[in-house]
Structure formats: structure tokens, C-alpha cells
Antibody
Framework: QLQLQESGPGLVKPSETLSLTCTVS??????????WGWIRQPPGKGLEWIGS???????YFNPSLKSRLTISVDTSKNQFSLNLSSVTAADTAVYYC????????????????WGQGTLVTVSS | QSVLTQPPSASGTPGQRVTISCSGS????????VNWYQQLPGTAPKLLIY???QRPSGVPDRFSGSKSGTSASLAISGLQSEDEADYYC??????????FGGGTKLTVL
């Protein structure tokens, strides 16, 4: 059974870079069927898609975050990572990593499974 | 402000049927399939319905989804107390990004 686990600092200072890693177990990140994504949820609020990456490095980013966002993949470690620069308090959220089933024709797109999530607080 | 529009709350009594709506546009729901996620209190969201009306293995058939034009609906029949959760609709947008609804908090009275 595929599992995803987020890891990284729970506290980041304003203007610094938020860095998280997702470790995939029970399956290969090099699967040609899936993308791997990040989704966040500010406390008490709804879900926001951040971006997704294919094992070969192709990416899709949320336009509102694109200028600050880097997503990378390490197939040798079965991991993918998120870097969000110049963070502010508005970036405080639970960050989830997900496996994304995605295709254009026919159009397919869903997130399953999800990691348990990790709370990242931006504060000095 | 979420791209997809959901009612912030819904409620029902045990055994009732409730529906949650999700409204979008031609660039997302109108041209791509809709998925629904259930988030129980204090847990990560879970895929509930994919590709408009498909249930993953293990999801009870009390849950069903439908889509028409630029709107979609999630129906829950035979409402149970354990269905109390937040429900989110989601879709891909042709602008090459994932979009979510703002979520609907379902209360079982």
C-alpha cells in the first residue's frame, strides 16, 4: 500500500525559505502513471493546490505561487521536495504531499493517497 | 476566494439524503472531471469520488457524484453520524492548475 510522509521544519522565519520533503514508500515515484503534488491548508481554511511534478521533472505550478516555488524529484531516494521562498505569515498552513493521477486524454486528475500533513508556521 | 463555489455548510438527520453542490466554469468543471474529498476532523483529506461519479474501493455506495455542465453534486444517502466532515470538490482547470471548492461542513443533527 502506497504511503507518503512529509518531513521538514515546523517553524520558518519570515522572508526565509520553507523546505519540505515527501518520502514515498510502497511504490515507485518513477511510475509513468502518476504525478506527485503538494497541497496546503491554512488553519481553519480550505485546500489550495500548490504544484505537481512528474518523475522526469515536468512540473505544473499554481500561478499565484510560481515566482517563489521550486518542486524537485529525487528518484534514487523515492522522494520529492518543495521549496517556497520569501515566506510570510500567509504561508502558515498544513502542507500535504499527494500522489496525483493525471492525464490529458481522456482528462483524468485526482489526488490519492494523501500524506498525513505537516504544520508549518511562519513566525519570527 | 476559491475558484469552485460550494455552500459553506449543510446538515441532515440520520437516514436522510443530503446533497452538496459545486459550481465552476467552462475551463474547469465544464471541460474536466470533478473529484470529491472527505476530510474528517483532524485528519488528511481522503478521495471520495473521482471522475465525476466513480467510487474508490472501500467507499460506501451511499456516496454518489454527478456532473452537469459547469456544476457538480455530491449526494449522501442514509446519512450516518460518521459522515460528519468537511467535503471539498476539485477539478483541473485548462489554465493548467488544480482548483478546489471552499469546502462544505456537513453536520449530522
Amino acid at each position: 500500500q502506497l504511503q507518503l510522509q512529509e518531513s521538514g521544519p515546523g517553524l520558518v522565519k519570515p522572508s526565509e525559505t520553507l523546505s519540505l520533503t515527501c518520502t514515498v514508500s510502497g511504490g515507485s515515484i518513477s511510475s509513468t502513471t502518476y504525478y506527485w503534488g503538494w497541497i496546503r491548508q491554512p488553519p481553519g481554511k480550505g485546500l489550495e493546490w500548490i504544484g505537481s511534478i512528474y518523475y522526469s521533472g515536468g512540473t505544473y505550478f499554481n500561478p499565484s505561487l510560481k515566482s517563489r516555488l521550486t518542486i524537485s524529484v529525487d528518484t534514487s531516494k523515492n522522494q520529492f521536495s518543495l521549496n517556497l521562498s520569501s515566506v510570510t505569515a500567509a504561508d502558515t498552513a498544513v502542507y500535504y504531499c499527494v500522489r496525483q493521477r493525471f492525464d490529458w486524454y481522456p482528462p483524468l486528475n485526482w489526488f490519492d493517497p494523501w500524506g498525513q500533513g505537516t504544520l508549518v508556521t511562519v513566525s519570527s | 476566494q476559491s475558484v469552485l463555489t460550494q455552500p459553506p455548510s449543510a446538515s441532515g438527520t440520520p437516514g436522510q439524503r443530503v446533497t452538496i453542490s459545486c459550481s465552476g466554469s467552462s475551463s474547469n468543471i465544464g471541460s474536466n472531471p470533478v473529484n470529491w474529498y472527505q476530510q474528517l476532523p483532524g485528519t488528511a483529506p481522503k478521495l471520495l469520488i473521482y471522475s465525476n461519479n466513480q467510487r474508490p474501493s472501500g467507499v460506501p455506495d451511499r456516496f454518489s457524484g454527478s456532473k452537469s455542465g459547469t456544476s457538480a453534486s455530491l449526494a449522501i444517502s442514509g446519512l450516518q453520524s460518521e459522515d460528519e466532515a468537511d467535503y471539498y470538490c476539485a477539478a483541473w482547470d485548462d489554465s493548467r492548475m488544480g482548483v478546489f471548492g471552499g469546502g462544505t461542513k456537513l453536520t449530522v443533527l
